[in-house]
């Protein structure tokens, strides 16, 4: 079985400092990892996966995550944070050469941003 | 643009009633999903469809049904609403040739029972 942990519920930074949010994952296969941003009163939106190929991974806004496979993380950073990425943010994992059935989720962590 | 639509989006109805939540996508994807958020818990998978004649229940299939009308319509239905079925509830989907398992979510319906 595979599972996601998000530390932190909500994470609170100023505009311009970096951002770090934490996600560790556990899967008896290699996993594909995803973060997913939600605005609100939005669905959710991809903001980058990692599949098997470069462990350092490049998403939309200037986000990106590193998969240390040692560490079974995969931490989302962002160097200068924006008003505009204050949002709720969730880690996936499916498992690698399966992913008929679904993504299981983190809790989420709310990223909160001080002007 | 493909997309993933969801109606309604918003709906209040009454402990006892039957509802059925609808999911519509122009993407061309053999995959779709439904999933519940609720507060501090992230999305929970209710069920999910590999094509219009497999449906596979998910985490949390009590109190829940599905029916695939066809490749680009996934609905859930309640068949007697309780107030714990209150919650957000998202439509996904996946492209099985793409791998990877990406999924592509809908806006939304958030569901009040009473």
């Known amino acids: 079985a595979q599972s996601v942990t998000q530390l932190g519920s909500h994470v609170s930074v100023s505009e311009g400092a970096l951002v770090l949010l934490r996600c560790n994952y556990s899967s008896s296969v290699p996993p594909y990892l995803f973060w997913y941003v939600q605005y609100p009163n939005q669905g959710l939106q991809l903001l980058l996966k990692?599949?098997?190929?470069a462990t350092l991974v490049k998403g939309i806004n200037g986000f990106e995550a590193e998969f240390k496979k040692s560490e079974t993380s995969f931490h989302l950073t962002k160097p200068s944070a924006h008003m505009s990425d204050a949002a709720e943010y969730f880690c996936a994992v499916s498992e690698w050469g399966g992913g008929a059935d679904g993504l299981t989720f983190g809790k989420g962590t709310h990223l909160i941003i001080q002007p | 643009d493909a997309d993933v639509t969801q109606t309604p989006r918003n709906r209040i109805t009454k402990t006892g009633k039957r509802i059925m939540l609808e999911c519509s996508q122009t993407k061309g994807h053999d995959r779709m999903y439904w999933y519940r958020q609720d507060p501090g818990l992230g999305l929970r998978l209710i069920y999910y469809?590999?094509?219009?004649?497999?449906?596979n229940k998910g985490e949390i299939s009590d109190g829940y049904s599905v029916s695939r009308q066809a490749q680009a319509k996934f609905s859930l239905s309640l068949e007697s609403a309780i107030p714990n079925q209150t919650a957000l509830y998202f439509c996904?989907?996946?492209?099985?040739?793409?791998?990877?398992?990406?999924?592509?979510f809908g806006p939304g319906t958030r569901l009040t029972v009473l």
């Open positions: 469809s590999f094509d219009v004649k497999d449906i």
């Open positions: 996904a989907t996946s492209d099985r040739e793409k791998g990877g398992n990406e999924q592509f």
């Open positions: 990692y599949t098997s190929a």
